[in-house]
C-alpha cells in the first residue's frame, strides 16, 4: 500500500486583506486536481467511523470513492441519497467535530477533508446546468406541513416529498432559507447556492408559502382542522438575547439578528442599489465568542469599519466559534479582547451610542456548560470609544408558535420537547426538530433532525 | 406577488391601497399591522391595517409619502403587484367594554382608527373620536370614523374646518369636561402621541397609544423595533404595537425612530412641528 499523505490538501483562499474588504465567497472551493488528490488520500476503511460521525450519515467513503474514479454523477447520487443540501453543508458544518473528527487519519496526521469534497462534488453538480432529480416514491395522498424553511424544514420536506407525500413548507420571510440566508453571509455562504438547493427542494414537487407567519396568518391546530395530517415544526431560535445592561436600546447598539438580517437578507451592504439602509461607525464592538459574532464582526469590517474588536468575557479557550472562523477573522484584522465584559453603553447626549464601559474577567470554576465562569475583576472597569456595537450572544426560540400551538410542551429555556430520535412531540400530529428544540446549533444538527422527524412522520402515516 | 385591488389618493401626499392578501384578510384584527415590501430590493416597511374585507379578501393600508419606499408604492396603480404581504402582525387592540372610550387620531391615524372605534362600538363602549388635521384639504376618513362614534370632534390646525388650534387644547377641555372618560386611545406622529400623553397623565385616564419604531422582520426575530415601557425593553411587533402611553419612553422612541436619518431623510419628521431638537 502507498504510502498516505498525512498533510490535506489546502484550499485556495481570498487574500486576507483583499476579502476583508469584499463580500465574495472567502474559500474558493478545490479545483479537480485537488480534488482528486485530496479523495486520493482515504483509506476506504472497512469500520467507516465517519460516517457514523455524520448526523444524517452520507456514504462518505462510497462518495469520496466516486470523485476518485472520476464518476461526479455517481458522487453526487451517493451524496444526495442522505443529503438533499450538500453545497450548504460542505461549506457550514463543523466537520472538525463530525465526520472528520473521527477519520481514522485524524489519529497520525490531517483528517480526509471531506467537506471540501462535499462542496466539490455540490458545486461541480451545479456547474452542470441542471440537478437531477431522484426517483420519487409513488403518492400516498397525505398532505403534511412544516413550518419554517431553514435547513431543518427543508430537510424534512425533501424527505417527505421523496416517500410520496404531498409537503407544504409555511416560511414567515420573504425567501426561503433561513438562517442560511439572513443570518450566514455571502462571504462564507452564497445566497445563490442557497437558492439553487432551495430549488431543488421545490422540484421534488414540495410548495413554498412565503411571508407566512404561523401564528398569526395560520395556527398549527389550524393547519391540523384543515386537513394536514401530520406537521413538522422547524422554527428554529431566533429569537435575540440583549446583555440587559444600561445603554442598550441606544442608537447604534444592533442584535446581531438585525445587524445580520440586514445585511444579509436585505443586503444593506449594497445600498443604496438596495433600499434597506445600515449604520457601521468607525469602531465596532460585537460582544460574544460564537460563530454568529465571528460573521457579524467580518460583516462589519466589510462594511467600512476601521476597527473592529470581538468583546468576550471568556478566554480564547472557551469560544465556541470555529477555530477556521475565528482564524479568519484573525487574519482579516479582527481584534480579540478577551475576559471583558460590557457593563454600560453610553450616548452621544443625542440617542447615539459612543461608548462602552467594560470590565475585566478572570475565569473561576467550570458552570453547567463545563467552562469556566467568568467573575468580573473588581475595580477593573474601563472605557471603550465606539460607534456601533453588535450583540451577539445568542438566541431562543421564538414563542410565536409554542404560545399559539394548544398542548405542545415548552422547557424553561423556551425550547419544544420533543424526543430526540423521533422528533415527536408532547402533542399528537406534531413534531419538531433543529434549533426549536434543541436552542441554538449547527445546521447539519437540524438537518439530522429533520431527517429522523421526516421517517417518524412516514411510519406513523403509513400505519 | 400581491395585486392591488385598488388604489385612492384621498388628500395630498397621502394614499390608499387595498391589496390582495385573503389568507391576511382571514384573520385581521383591529390594532395589527402587516409588513409590506414593494420590489426585489425593497425594504420592509411596517403599515397599520386601515380595514380588510374577508369575502373580497383585501387590506386597506394608509400611508404618507414620506420616502423612497412609499413613492414607490404611492407610484403603483391598481392591477400592480407588490412582491411581499406579511401579515396580520402584532397583537389585536385591546377591546372590552371600558365605557367611554376617546379615539384621538391624528393625520392618516383617523383611517386607522376606524376598525378600532368600530370593535369598540360593538362591544358596548361610548366612542368619542377627536379628529385633528392640518386643515381641512387634508382632512379624511372622518366620515367613516364618524359612523362608528357617539361624538366627533374635528379640529384644524388653521380653522378651516371645525375647531381651529392645537388638538392638546381639545383633547385637555374634553378630560375637564362633565363626561367621565375611561380610556384614551391615540394614533398619530410620535411626538403627538407623546404630548397627547402627557396631557391624560395630568388627569389620570388610563392612555393606550399604537407605537411606531423602526421595524425590519416585524416576527420578533431582531428587536429592530425594541421600545421601553415601564423600564422594560418591549418588542413592538410582537409586545405591541399597543402600549401604556404613560409608561413609554417616548424620548428614546423618537431617537430610536431616527436611527437613519442620512438615509431616509428629514421625510420621518415630517408631521413633527413641536419638537424641533428631532
Redesign the interface.
Known amino acids: 500500500m502507498p504510502k498516505v499523505d498525512l498533510n490535506r490538501v489546502s484550499m485556495p483562499k481570498q487574500e486576507p486583506l483583499v476579502r476583508a474588504r469584499n463580500f465574495n465567497e472567502v474559500a474558493l472551493g478545490y479545483t479537480a486536481e485537488q480534488a482528486l488528490s485530496e479523495a486520493s488520500r482515504c483509506l476506504q476503511c472497512p469500520k467507516r467511523s465517519c460516517v457514523d460521525g455524520c448526523p444524517v450519515e452520507v456514504d462518505i467513503p462510497d462518495f469520496i470513492m466516486a470523485v476518485r474514479d472520476g464518476n461526479m454523477p455517481e458522487a453526487v447520487r451517493v451524496l444526495k441519497a442522505k443529503n438533499s443540501l450538500p453545497g450548504i453543508c460542505g461549506r457550514v458544518c463543523p466537520q472538525e467535530t463530525q465526520c472528520e473528527a473521527s477519520c481514522s487519519l485524524a489519529k497520525k496526521g490531517a483528517p480526509i477533508a471531506i467537506g471540501r469534497l462535499e462542496r466539490y462534488v455540490a458545486d461541480w453538480e451545479l456547474s452542470q446546468g441542471q440537478m437531477e432529480k431522484p426517483q420519487l416514491a409513488k403518492p400516498t395522498g397525505k398532505r403534511t406541513a412544516v413550518v419554517g424553511a431553514g435547513p431543518a424544514g427543508l430537510t424534512a420536506a425533501a424527505d417527505l416529498a421523496k416517500l410520496g407525500h404531498e409537503v407544504t413548507i409555511f416560511e414567515?420571510?420573504?425567501i426561503a432559507g433561513g438562517v442560511l440566508m439572513y443570518g450566514i453571509p455571502e462571504f462564507r455562504m452564497p445566497k445563490h447556492i442557497v437558492q439553487t438547493e432551495v430549488d431543488y427542494v421545490k422540484s421534488l414537487g414540495v410548495e413554498i408559502r412565503?411571508?407566512?407567519?404561523v401564528g398569526?396568518?395560520?395556527t398549527v391546530d389550524e393547519l391540523l382542522e384543515d386537513g394536514y395530517s401530520a406537521v413538522f415544526l422547524g422554527t428554529g431560535a431566533?429569537?435575540?438575547m440583549?446583555l440587559?445592561i444600561p445603554g442598550?436600546?441606544?442608537?447604534?447598539v444592533?442584535?446581531a439578528?438585525?445587524f445580520l438580517?440586514?445585511t444579509n437578507l436585505?443586503?444593506a451592504y449594497l445600498?443604496?442599489?438596495?433600499?434597506?439602509?445600515l449604520?457601521v461607525g468607525r469602531r465596532v464592538a460585537v460582544i460574544g465568542g460564537g460563530n454568529v459574532a465571528m460573521d457579524a464582526a467580518r460583516c462589519a469590517l466589510r462594511l467600512g469599519a476601521e476597527e473592529v474588536d470581538i468583546v468576550y468575557r471568556r478566554s480564547e479557550v472557551e469560544m465556541p466559534a470555529r477555530r477556521e472562523e475565528v482564524e479568519n477573522a484573525q487574519e482579516e484584522g479582527i481584534i480579540f479582547k478577551f475576559l471583558t465584559n460590557p457593563t454600560q453603553c453610553m450616548g452621544d447626549g443625542?440617542?447615539?451610542v459612543a461608548a462602552m464601559e467594560c470590565i475585566e474577567m478572570e475565569l473561576g470554576e467550570p458552570d453547567d456548560s463545563g467552562r469556566r465562569r467568568p467573575i468580573p475583576k473588581a475595580g477593573s472597569e474601563f472605557i471603550m470609544e465606539v460607534d456601533t456595537v453588535v450583540v451577539a450572544l445568542g438566541t431562543t426560540p421564538?414563542?410565536?408558535v409554542p404560545t399559539t400551538t394548544e398542548g405542545l410542551e415548552v422547557t424553561r429555556r423556551g425550547t419544544v420537547v420533543a424526543d430526540e430520535e423521533t422528533g415527536k412531540t408532547k402533542k399528537p400530529l406534531v413534531w419538531a426538530g433543529g434549533d426549536l428544540v434543541t436552542g441554538a446549533a449547527t445546521v447539519i444538527s437540524a438537518m439530522g433532525a429533520g431527517k429522523r422527524a421526516a421517517a417518524s412522520i412516514h411510519a406513523s402515516l403509513r400505519e | 406577488m400581491y395585486r392591488i385591488m385598488l388604489r385612492e389618493d384621498p388628500v395630498p401626499n397621502i394614499h390608499l391601497l387595498k391589496i390582495e392578501a385573503p389568507?391576511?384578510a382571514r384573520?385581521a384584527q383591529a390594532g395589527q399591522f402587516v409588513i409590506i415590501?414593494v420590489d426585489e430590493?425593497?425594504?420592509?416597511i411596517p403599515l397599520s391595517i386601515a380595514d380588510w374585507d374577508r369575502e373580497e379578501g383585501g387590506i386597506t393600508i394608509v400611508f404618507n409619502e414620506v420616502g423612497?419606499?412609499t413613492r414607490k408604492l404611492a407610484h403603483l396603480e391598481a392591477g400592480d403587484e407588490i412582491?411581499?404581504?406579511?401579515?396580520?402582525?402584532g397583537l389585536p387592540a385591546e377591546i372590552e367594554k371600558f365605557g367611554t372610550v376617546a379615539c384621538v387620531a391624528i393625520g392618516y391615524g383617523v383611517v386607522t382608527m376606524v376598525p378600532i372605534a368600530r370593535a369598540l362600538k360593538e362591544a358596548g363602549n361610548r366612542v368619542i373620536s377627536v379628529i385633528w388635521a392640518q386643515s381641512q384639504n387634508m382632512l379624511f376618513g372622518d366620515e367613516r370614523l364618524g359612523s362608528f362614534s357617539d361624538q366627533l370632534i374635528v379640529n384644524t390646525d388653521d380653522g378651516s374646518y371645525g375647531r381651529k388650534g392645537s388638538i392638546l387644547d381639545v383633547l385637555e377641555e374634553l378630560l375637564r369636561g362633565s363626561e367621565r372618560i375611561d380610556r384614551v386611545i391615540i394614533i398619530g406622529p410620535t411626538c403627538m402621541m407623546k404630548f397627547c400623553s402627557a396631557i391624560t397623565k395630568l388627569f389620570e385616564v388610563k392612555t393606550i397609544v399604537s407605537l411606531n419604531p423602526i421595524m425590519?422582520?416585524g416576527?420578533?426575530?431582531?428587536?429592530?423595533c425594541?421600545?421601553?415601557v415601564g423600564g422594560e425593553?418591549k418588542f413592538a411587533c410582537?409586545d405591541g404595537p399597543e402600549f401604556d402611553g404613560h409608561e413609554v419612553d417616548w424620548?428614546?422612541l423618537m431617537?430610536?425612530r431616527?436611527?437613519?436619518p442620512a438615509?431616509?431623510g428629514r421625510a420621518l419628521m415630517y408631521h413633527c412641528q413641536n419638537c424641533a431638537q428631532w
Do not use: Q, W
Request: glycine share 8%; net charge positive; with cysteine.
Open positions: 414567515a420571510l420573504h412565503l411571508d407566512s407567519v398569526k396568518i395560520i431566533g429569537l435575540p440583549f440587559n442598550e436600546n441606544l442608537n447604534g444592533y442584535s439578528n438585525e438580517t440586514r436585505m443586503k445600498f443604496p442599489e438596495y433600499d434597506t439602509p449604520k443625542r440617542g447615539l421564538n414563542p410565536l | 389568507a391576511v384573520k415590501r430590493k425593497g425594504e420592509r423612497r419606499t412582491a411581499n404581504f406579511v401579515g396580520p402582525l425590519v422582520d416576527t420578533g426575530m431582531c428587536g429592530c425594541r421600545v421601553e425593553t410582537v424620548d428614546l431617537a430610536r431616527c436611527t437613519y438615509e431616509k
